[in-house]
Structures are given as C-alpha cells and as structure tokens.
C-alpha cells in the first residue's frame, strides 16, 4: 500500500489568506502529481514534476505554485486564496513507467 | 471537451450479481487505462489496469476489458460484495502510468445486501 500523506485534510479560510497544501510521500518515488477535483467531476491534473527542480503545468489552468526541492516533498502555495479556489486537492505519486499512481487523501479545501 | 467519458454516474447491482461500469475514450493516442476506485473522504485507489497492446486483464474477481475499435473499455466486478460500494473512476494516459492521466467523471456503484 502507497505511503502518502496530505496535511491539512479539511481547510477553512477567509478570502486573502497565502495558503500551503502539505503533500509527503516515503517511497521515493520520482513522480509526483496534483490534481483537482470539484463534486461529481472528474480530476484534472494542475501540477506534476518528474523529479527534484522539476515542476510543470498540468491540463487545468491553476493559480496555484508548487516546488520539488526533495524527492519526498511537492507541496502546493495559493499566495492569495479565493473562493472560486474552494475544491479538493489530492495529491498522488508514481514510481515510473508501468506503475499506478497513488493518491493521498485529499485536502478540502473551502474559501469563504 | 471530455476525452474520457463515463456516461453512468450510478449503477445499483444485487450482491453476488456482475457489476459492469463502462468508460469510452475520444483520444486514439491513448494507450494505457486505469480503474480506481474511491470511497467518501479518501483518495482513489488504484484497482486495475491495461495496456493497449492487451483486450483483458483480471486480478481476481476485477477484469477490465478493452475495445481499441470501439474506444471503449469495461470493468467487470463478480461477485459484487456490499464493499464494492464506492465511486468508480476511469482513466487513461498516453505513453504510460507515469505520464498526466486523464480521468472520466466516475460511476457511483451500489451493491445492494
């Protein structure tokens, strides 16, 4: 089973606010991902890095940032929440060709 | 314009009966497809999945079933258990697992005691 964590689960906040994601894995795997989802709908990929200094844009537009400075760590920055932000988030890791990825949980995330 | 389309968002199935969720796809350069699945506040789980080169694949009582001509895919639960329960995700990439992965909108499945 894939190790890999997401803090906070469920997020609260007031429109304005910089708000970070927490997304950890312990398998080092190289791949990491980040995806959208709103109820009912499908995920949409808005951030993936294949590696250490590497991130790229995904399918979905995002006004999110993300980093990779170690293997185990991709977390997601909103520098200026809204409430057309308000999703959930889940963050998913791979180890390469022919292997599934894994997800996290998902942060809930609510912009008021 | 959905590149992944799941056209069931429910399907109830008795238990012990086949559940089959059916996902069709629009790119031809897709050649990888996933199934996950996923229950209420956690993130999908991978179940099973299949190479365009393969037309099935079965890991126990899951089988997913590909179509190239069709563009079509099914997966095939049997017997359904009542922890079968869940939303049902299809996905597809091209050139691999690893690569962005394009998911239909799910299939909520219900088996019923």
């Known amino acids: 089973e894939a190790d890999i964590y997401q803090t906070p689960r469920y997020l609260v906040i007031g429109t304005g606010k910089k708000i970070t994601l927490e997304c950890s894995q312990t398998m080092g795997h190289d791949k990491m991902y980040w995806y959208q989802q709103d109820p009912g709908m499908e995920l949409h990929l808005i951030h993936y890095s294949y590696g250490v200094n590497s991130t790229e844009k995904g399918d979905l537009s995002s006004e999110s940032t993300v980093s990779r400075i170690r293997t185990e760590h991709f977390p997601l920055t909103l520098e200026s929440a809204r409430p057309s932000h308000t999703s959930q988030y889940l963050c998913a890791s791979s180890r390469g060709a022919g292997q599934p990825q894994h997800f996290g949980d998902g942060t809930r995330l609510s912009i008021l | 314009d959905q590149q992944v389309k799941q056209n069931s968002p429910s399907l109830s199935v008795q238990e012990g009966r086949i559940s089959i969720l059916n996902c069709d796809y629009t790119n031809s350069m897709f050649d990888y497809f996933l199934w996950y699945k996923k229950y209420p506040a956690e993130g999908p789980t991978f179940l099973i999945s299949?190479?365009?080169?393969?037309d099935k694949n079965e890991d126990g009582r899951f089988t997913v079933f590909l179509n190239k001509s069709a563009k079509h895919l099914s997966l095939h639960i049997v017997p359904s258990q009542p922890g079968d329960s869940a939303v049902y995700f299809c996905a597809a990439s091209v050139g691999g697992s690893a690569r962005q992965l394009t998911f239909g909108s799910g299939t909520q499945l219900t088996v019923l005691p």
């Open positions: 299949i190479s365009s080169i393969k």
